[in-house]
């Protein structure tokens, strides 16, 4: 099971950003995903997390929580955060993964939040 995320990009302080996790050769929607990210010199941290569409159910950190929201699109067989009123505490390489987190990470997706 290995997921990959995408999206992240420079955006300045107050913008917004949607970044995507995609699966291939699963279904996404048989496990719950979370998105988590490490910011330099910081230990990874989970974002947020959605359960499968069989009984949905989301949740977020304090720090996220009213500005991000976590979604599914099975159609794409993916999981997309959008991410509004963007901080330059944001900034960090954002990752995606089943949880239990399996040990395949990625790359991730890099966000940079500033002006």
């Known amino acids: 099971v290995q997921l990959q995320a995408s999206g992240g990009g420079s955006v300045q302080p107050g913008g917004p950003l949607r970044l995507s996790c995609t699966a291939s050769?699963?279904?996404?929607?048989?496990?719950?995903v979370g998105w988590f990210r490490q910011a330099p010199g910081k230990e990874r941290e989970g974002v947020s997390f959605?359960?499968?569409?069989?009984?949905?159910?989301?949740s977020y950190a304090s720090s996220v929580k009213g500005r991000f929201t976590i979604s599914r699109d099975n159609a794409k067989n993916s999981v997309n955060l959008q991410m509004n009123s963007l901080k330059p505490e944001d900034t960090a390489v954002y990752y995606c993964?089943?949880?239990?987190?399996?040990?395949?990470w990625g790359q991730g997706t890099l966000v940079t939040v500033s002006s």
């Open positions: 993964n089943t949880l239990p987190p399996t040990d395949y």
């Open positions: 959605i359960s499968t569409s069989a009984d949905p159910r989301t």
């Open positions: 050769g699963f279904t996404l929607d048989y496990y719950a």
